[in-house]
């Protein structure tokens, strides 16, 4: 009867069980990364992470609209993946999210809301070069960070892509719908809140703020000839 029991567990095999959980965490990351950073929102009350959990969380308003606009302009490409977790949401954690559009499945659709998400992700991040430049040429290691971090997230990006097209999860049409809307969304959420809070919501990488006397283009301290 042990034989019986452990033999399935035994021939999957180390490389196997590796595969297989490199496959569910690939499926499910975009909430898997959301709930991450969500964590660190309210662990750490860092106003830049508050601010990307909630341009990230706004996807899922957003995805249900497009998808709606864009089942009606292809009607033949609307089709739910054979799986929950495909679409990139937990499975049996949250069955029902917000969808303005109660005859479609949140998402799934053109765009998918997986492409959608890593548009987003990448447009919120992409713009922090150009929304601290002073900062970045004055900060060498802030910057190297940078760097480093959003090669690393476009990395990410890519393989869930690709995994997503791999696995006829997403058309080539469905990925840039999705990452094009979604780095639009993105980085216009990023200027918004840069403008509003004076880039300190989105100042993720803690970069010390370079700017010039409020009101005022002129030096705090002028020195007059004696």
Known sequence: MATTLFAPQQELGITNVLIEGFKSNIEIFPDLFLSTICLYAIILQ????IALAISLLSVQVVQPLLGSIFREILPNTWAAP???EATGLFPGVSPERLSFNQTAAPGVGIPSYYTMFLGTLLGWIGPIFYLYPKELSMSPQRAFAYYISFGFATFLA????????LASQDTILGIVLGVGF?????ASLVWLLSIFTQRRATNL???PLITTMYGTTKPIYVCNKT
Request: net charge positive.
């Open 46 to 49: 860092y106003p830049p992470f």
């Open 82 to 84: 054979a799986r929950r």
């Open 158 to 165: 890519v393989n869930g892509i690709l995994y997503r097209w």
């Open 182 to 186: 979604g780095g639009i969304l993105g």
């Open 205 to 207: 990488y803690n970069f």
